[in-house]
């Protein structure tokens, strides 16, 4: 089993829905939970963090978590174009992270 | 005011060959990382350096040595390379927070490329 495990994709939605973005981990003692955008041939770029149970707001994203069931999730509200871009998902695990593969989203006009 | 720097961008040599990348950090952070992101675009921890000490060798061929010459620093040699070396390597910084979590800036990348 993968230690970090998203559905690469695409997921493709239509400009203005909303996106929603989700992984699944395999070490129950993760405490911290990263989500990462990368666009073609660009570095990963931190969008939010979050490390407890529950919904973390910053604009358009939304971070949920739920320790219990090892899953967290991004939604991006009115998705845009711009946000076309693959979703990297990390967990802290003994002194690293560890990235899963990353989602691929596609925003069309 | 690059926070995460990387020389050079890209890399493109003949197999057999050493070579060499380097990482500049500005942030002030006490951790600096290596990362290989392959064709697939999975993104895997090589190295960690904490205060120039090695604290994350992962299961890395020996061929690859990580340096830090001080804490703002790392650089990554690679010698005899291979095709297998092909990828976009990542350097990476971060500051740990007490009860905070600890956030990973990258830097722009080197695509390497071995023919």
């Known amino acids: 089993q993968k230690e970090v495990e998203q559905n690469s994709g695409p997921l493709s939605v239509p400009e203005g829905a909303i996106a929603s973005l989700n992984c699944t981990y395999s070490?129950?003692?993760?405490?911290?939970f990263f989500w990462y955008r990368q666009y073609s041939g660009k570095s990963p770029e931190l969008i939010m963090f979050?490390?407890?149970?529950g919904d973390k707001e910053d604009g358009r994203f939304t971070a949920q978590l739920n320790k219990a069931s090892q899953y967290v999730s991004l939604l991006i509200r009115d998705s845009q174009p711009s946000d076309s871009a693959t979703y990297l998902c990390a967990v802290v695990g003994f002194q690293k992270l560890v990235f899963g593969t990353g989602t691929r989203l596609l925003v069309s006009p | 005011d690059t926070a995460v720097s990387q020389t050079p961008k890209y890399l493109v040599t003949q197999m057999g060959n050493d070579k060499s990348i380097k990482c500049e950090q500005n942030?002030?952070?006490?951790?600096m990382y290596w990362y290989k992101q392959d064709s697939k675009k999975f993104l895997k921890i090589m190295f960690s350096y904490n205060n120039k000490e090695l604290i994350i060798n992962e299961t890395v061929p020996n061929r690859f040595s990580p340096k830090s010459p001080d804490k703002a620093h790392l650089n990554l040699h690679i010698n005899s390379l291979e095709l297998g070396d092909s990828a976009v390597y990542f350097c990476?910084?971060?500051?740990?927070?007490?009860?905070?979590?600890?956030?990973?800036?990258f830097g722009p990348g080197t695509r390497l490329t071995v023919l």
């Open positions: 990476a910084s971060s500051q740990a927070r007490p009860g905070g979590p600890d956030t990973q800036y």
């Open positions: 942030l002030g952070h006490d951790t």
């Open positions: 070490d129950r003692g993760s405490q911290s």
């Open positions: 979050i490390y407890s149970n």
